[in-house]
């Protein structure tokens, strides 16, 4: 595991480029700065990010049945967070941070960029979404099939709560699109 900047996150993004055709994005379970070796990226509480291999081809086991090809990020936060059978839940004492938020957003433009994946819900999923597809998600709470529910509700910018994918996957078009009428590379706080 090493802390990485935003240039070494190209670089590693160059040497991946035509080998990743999916990103599935997760949470840890545990707290801001608990780190595990199953995602390729770690965005701490503070939003920097922290790599477990500069290999970023290589296929680790960050969602069920949807490794090859694919890259993990995992926002490091939501020890003891529960969803309830109802659908309401409780993300715990380490909710998502919105730096952790918006540093992953910034991310996704910048892999979508480099690597030309559409900021959809096709090439970009949470796990909430993928496992909810694969008949383990959230749809399933409140019976023996739930498993994860992985960034399946996030704050948006309005303070609704919507939808994670659709806000990590929104705001990752809006930063290409201020990147685009400013040039170059947002900065982000691994920079």
């Not at 160059?14 to 997760?26: D, E, V």
């Not at 309830?84 to 909710?95: E, I, M, R, S």
């Not at 096709?122 to 739930?146: N, V």
């Amino acid at each position: 595991m090493e802390a990485i900047k935003r240039q070494e996150v190209l670089e590693l993004a160059r040497r991946a480029r035509g080998h990743i055709q999916k990103i599935y994005l997760h949470w840890t379970a545990g707290t801001y700065d608990q780190l595990f070796p199953d995602y390729h990226l770690l965005v701490r509480g503070d939003g920097s990010l922290v790599t477990s291999t500069r290999d970023w081809t290589r296929i680790l086991p960050h969602t069920w049945n949807r490794n090859t090809g694919a890259l993990g990020i995992a926002l490091c936060c939501t020890k003891d967070a529960m969803l309830y059978a109802d659908g309401t839940f409780d993300l715990g004492d380490y909710p998502p941070t919105p730096l952790q938020v918006e540093s992953t957003s910034i991310l996704l433009a910048t892999l979508s960029d480099v690597w030309k994946l559409p900021l959809e819900p096709a090439q970009i999923m949470t796990h909430a979404e993928a496992a909810d597809l694969d008949g383990y998600g959230p749809s399933m709470a409140g019976t023996p099939a739930f498993e994860r529910w992985d960034l399946w509700k996030l704050k948006d910018y309005d303070g609704v709560w919507r939808s994670g994918g659709a806000v990590l996957r929104g705001k990752g078009l809006y930063y290409q699109w201020v990147k685009r009428v400013k040039g170059g590379f947002i900065v982000c706080r691994s920079s």
